[in-house]
């Protein structure tokens, strides 16, 4: 039976989102019109039920005292990489990198303390909890189950859920022998025949939300290192949560087993076509990228071989070179970060240029390039012989590394050879200079 | 290199595109010695350089940079040590539609080798559009054959946009530390 007051597209909760960078909240906003059926809608400061507030961002602390001091009542969504115990009976907590079915959990939660208590929204986050238990993860989220038992806050019979949602429901996995990671079918002691169409690829064997809590023993060094992991988190991301990491693995099987590939997630169909080196996507590319930033969990992806005759449908949806793609994704998804495990010291070499014309400009990227080509020099050290902040390089080595183009020699490869001699003046640096002066229209 | 006087040479085979390349960056309407081809060359476009193309780019403090393009006939190559003398740098432009674009690029790596040890290269691939085939990674795959790591772009000849990528990436690679004042 649905309530009068069921928070229905006709009649979308308005939500004010403070302190995000711009294209966070473009992401969101997609999100709440493509994933969530227009039922949140973004709105202006005064007319909302409720705030979302990014407490990473500049004079945040600010920004929520000045905030909460105007809206007393209203339920706040605070978000940021490091734990917040909210202190108002109306405010949330959300962790970064922000998971859609968390924030769908959390926002269903705050708009039932909307108008009293009173719940208004249909429950998107329940079917998404239909979903987990077919996977057998079981147990709602702990701020959902906090709810249910207290009056008032109960869930209510649903209908189910929108169409667009039923893309984002996990596929269960079929059991298979143990393989290498994300590597599928490529043999192993005995040879296998060709896998089948069809048959559905572990991309990420172990879940990654299956974690372990680290031993009694290693939390006090682990807490000491708190400082240390916040500072580290603001320039290290984990490819593998977000659609850069899915469609990297997914395109290194599609060309170890020449064969197209299919990925399906939260998101329309992509298939990646190794022969052409191409990728098919029947969504509108700004909305993918737009996708870039929403942490992904594997149950919700599924990579399947494609027949080999299939072909793109010549209506609808679009290809583009798989580089071209990756490398734009790379970009917006890294945000002038670099993959988890990356060492800065490692002295770091590019295969190749990349083809810089046809790819989204990077600040510095040419430069970048020139140096990397050339000389192997670390992150630290290539930050300062171009003198540049280190998010340029950051960005370009994780789109370039993306796009397989990175090399590294070890330190202690290097140690036996004699020092790169760091690129000098050149002859005419003076000419040089004015000639890219003006070729960038400054200087006649 | 003269004071004040300062070359860039663009060569490449017949219809690479070099006309359309000094034409998309030149200030002033480039000088050309177009002739009617009467040659093998008819067969690819009606006129050909017969001896240059020429073209400028006015610098800060009234110096200029000089673009030339080298005719594309293998016939005229005894002009390219004339053309080269005092250049920054190479540009050099493949057409990716000719029956084989490698023989094109061996050829004109060897014909420039000493040009290039002194100075710089910088590769444009046009045509890409209307073939695909070979793809940018097996020409850097020729390229390694010659021990060389240089920018390889594709790019449209009538783009100003992708030219002026291309001559950035020679500069860069004669400096990397250079850096254009704020």
């Known amino acids: 039976m649905s309530s009068p007051l069921d928070n229905d597209p006709a009649h979308p909760l308005r939500v004010t989102v403070l302190g995000m960078e711009q294209r966070a909240y473009s992401t969101l906003e997609l999100f709440f019109q493509n994933l969530c059926q227009n039922r949140y809608l973004i709105s202006g400061d005064g007319q909302a039920d409720i705030s979302i507030i990014d407490m990473d961002a500049a004079r945040a602390n600010e920004l929520y005292n000045e905030h909460r001091g105007r809206y007393p009542d209203r339920p706040i969504l605070l978000v940021s990489l490091t734990e917040i115990r909210p202190e108002h009976e109306k405010e949330r907590f959300l962790a970064k990198p922000i998971r859609p079915e968390m924030l769908l959990s959390s926002l269903e939660e705050l708009s039932r303390l909307v108008h009293n208590g009173v719940p208004r929204t249909r429950g998107l986050q329940e079917g998404v909890e239909h979903r987990e238990g077919e996977t057998g993860t079981g147990q709602p989220p702990p701020e959902v189950e906090s709810l249910q038992g207290k009056p008032g806050n109960q869930l209510h019979t649903l209908p189910s859920l929108p169409p667009v949602l039923d893309v984002v429901a996990p596929t269960p996995r079929r059991k298979q022998k143990p393989r290498p990671a994300g590597v599928a079918g490529d043999g192993g002691e005995t040879p296998e025949p060709a896998p089948p169409t069809g048959e559905i690829i572990p991309l990420f064997p172990r879940s990654r939300s299956a974690k372990q809590d680290p031993p009694e023993s290693d939390r006090t060094e682990l807490a000491e290192d708190e400082e240390r992991e916040r500072h580290k988190a603001s320039f290290l991301y984990e490819p593998d949560e977000y659609l850069q990491g899915y469609i990297q693995q997914a395109y290194r099987i599609a060309r170890e087993e020449r064969r197209n590939i299919s990925l399906k997630g939260p998101w329309r169909p992509i298939v990646l076509l190794p022969e052409s080196r191409e990728i098919w996507v029947e969504q509108s590319h700004a909305h993918l990228y737009a996708l870039s930033n929403m942490a992904i969990r594997p149950e919700d992806v599924t990579v399947t071989r494609l027949d080999p005759q299939w072909s793109p449908p010549k209506e609808g949806g679009s290809l583009l070179p798989v580089d071209q793609f990756l490398w734009k994704l790379a970009v917006r998804t890294a945000r002038g970060r670099i993959p988890a495990g990356t060492d800065l010291r490692a002295p770091v070499y590019l295969y190749h240029w990349p083809n810089l014309s046809r790819l989204l400009p990077v600040q510095h990227g040419l430069r970048i390039a020139a140096l990397w080509t050339r000389y192997p020099v670390s992150l630290m050290e290539a930050a300062t012989i171009l003198n540049i902040r280190p998010k340029y390089l950051f960005s370009f080595y994780s789109a370039a590394s993306a796009i397989g183009l990175i090399g590294h020699k070890s330190r202690t490869e290097g140690d036996h050879e004699p020092p790169q001699p760091p690129p000098q003046q050149h002859e005419h640096q003076g000419l040089l200079r004015k000639i890219l002066s003006r070729l960038r229209g400054r200087g006649r | ?182």
Not at chain 2, 108 to 129: E, R
């Open chain 2, 1 to 182: 290199m003269s004071e004040g006087n300062y070359k860039l040479i663009f060569t490449g085979p017949v219809g690479a595109g070099k006309s359309s390349a000094i034409r998309a960056i030149s200030d002033t309407p480039p000088v050309t010695t177009d002739a009617t081809a009467t040659d093998m060359t008819q067969n690819i476009k009606e006129t050909t350089t017969v001896a240059m193309d020429y073209g400028t780019l006015q610098l800060e403090g009234g110096e200029f940079l000089h673009l030339y393009g080298t005719p594309g006939q293998e016939r005229f190559s005894f002009m390219w040590d004339i053309l080269t003398k005092g250049g920054i740098g190479l540009i050099l432009l493949l057409d990716n539609t000719r029956p084989d674009p490698f023989h094109d690029l061996r050829f004109f790596l060897n014909s420039f080798k000493g040009f290039i040890t002194t100075t710089q290269l910088a590769i444009g691939v046009t045509q890409m559009d209307r073939c695909a085939n070979p793809p940018l990674e097996k020409y850097h795959e020729q390229m390694r054959s010659f021990g060389l790591k240089v920018p390889l772009f594709e790019v449209d000849a009538r783009r100003r946009r992708d030219i002026i990528v291309l001559i950035e990436a020679l500069l860069f690679s004669l400096a990397p530390n250079l850096k254009v004042s704020a």
